[in-house]
């Protein structure tokens, strides 16, 4: 077996041995234990700058722009997301690319022992999301890198990723989503992300629900930061849809940056390029301490973004969409965009959720909006079945619009299949829209050949 290989399978082992402990649905809200984990690694998140997202959706997107931003000015970033589309050494990223099997596997063996500590100090064992934070952290710190883009993995406060210090806290649009940790109501949402605004921190708010606004600039009063909300401080000035895309003009915290080509689709998007221009200047001290960054710069760097899986085109005639929307929030985005962008005169969807999500709102949302629904399941423990995802799609629907395939690869083909049975002049401006769970756009992506 060469090197490669063997180092590919001990990964695989090492990803499965962490996820028994427990998984990302199983949530422990308490930062006590990560704490602990990198208090006796030395603290290596504080061996670089910081900038820290939250919110409920958007914050994988804009933490891409925000590291091609700094990366565009000659910053030497890491950039930590989650979940993963297809493999874990997604998450952690150095200079704009995913770290190699070899650089996983031998950081978790070097971390291996302070685990063992950690769970010998502690009644309940570290999770698979808290090794591999710190593991990321761990990485960055041995690279090095000047500064970790890290979005958070659930909520704020207690969220583990909040044992750093972000001088720029970036909070995307808040609403509805994993609501039994983080509470019933968006202002006890808002009021958990709130904490990741530190002391002295600039936050960047993007515009958001009456209802959540007052709790996060409560949290920023209370620690003294300074705050740049979108439609005050920064925005959107003017967006012009594009092949491939949309040509924006933004009004930063220093002055105004036009002709910026972003190729990615929807309004949500240029909503999160002013959020990452807005954190980049505040990282930069700009419009406080100097002028505007240099807009050519800015310019090449939005042009190069890329966020697989949000609207991704990945095959045509007819066209495959990959959208990851999980949320209705998220999913009314990505309609929006999908209408606007592409104008299909047929568009079916392949959904499968997972069982702890707002089911009825995202089939009321996508009932509209598409002619026929393929209902299906993802591998997911948390996922629900293609059955019961029909039984609440029919009566919205009519049976007559619902397929049903378990296996998600026979479903995409079915898709595929009602877009040809259209016949030829429907195929042409017909789409297929893969979407309803990170985990199901990751594995559609994998049968579809998308990796890179």
Known sequence: MSEALRYAEQLRLIEAEIFERRGEGHVNPTNERMQ????????????????????????????????ELLRGFGVRTGRYTSPHLEKVTERIVIDGEPINDVTFVEGYRELRPYIDMIDARFDTPLSFFEIVTALAFSIFADAPIDVAVVEVGLGGSWDNTNVIDGEVAVITPIGLDHMQYLGETVDKIAAEKAGIIKPGAVAILAAQP?????????????????????????GVLERRIAVGGQFLTIQGLAGVYDEIFLPLHGAHQAQNAACALAAVEAFFGAGAEG??????????????????????PIRSAPTILLDAAHN????????????????????????????????????????PAVDELVVTENSSSRGLSADDLAAAAVPLFGADRVTVEPRLDDAIEAAVRLAEDAGDEVLVGAGVLVTGS???????????????
């Open 36 to 67: 602990a984990l990198v208090d006796v690694l030395g603290d290596p998140q504080r061996a670089y700058r910081s900038i820290h997202l939250t919110g409920t959706n958007g914050k994988t997107s804009t933490a891409r722009m925000i590291d």
């Open 210 to 234: 009456n209802e959540a606004a007052p709790e996060l600039i409560r949290r920023a009063v209370e620690v003294e930061a300074t705050v740049a909300r979108e439609g005050l401080e920064f």
């Open 291 to 312: 002028g505007t960054i240099d807009v050519d710069t800015v310019r090449a760097a939005f042009a190069t973004v890329r966020s697989p899986g949000r609207l991704e």
């Open 328 to 367: 209705p929030a998220g999913l009314k985005a990505s309609l929006e965009a999908v209408a606007e962008a592409f104008s299909f005169r047929r568009l079916i969807a392949v959904v499968a959720v997972m069982s702890d999500k707002d089911v009825a709102g995202l089939l009321e949302l996508l009932e």
């Open 438 to 452: 990170v985990v199901t756009v990751g594995e559609a992506r994998t049968l579809l050949g998308g990796r890179g």
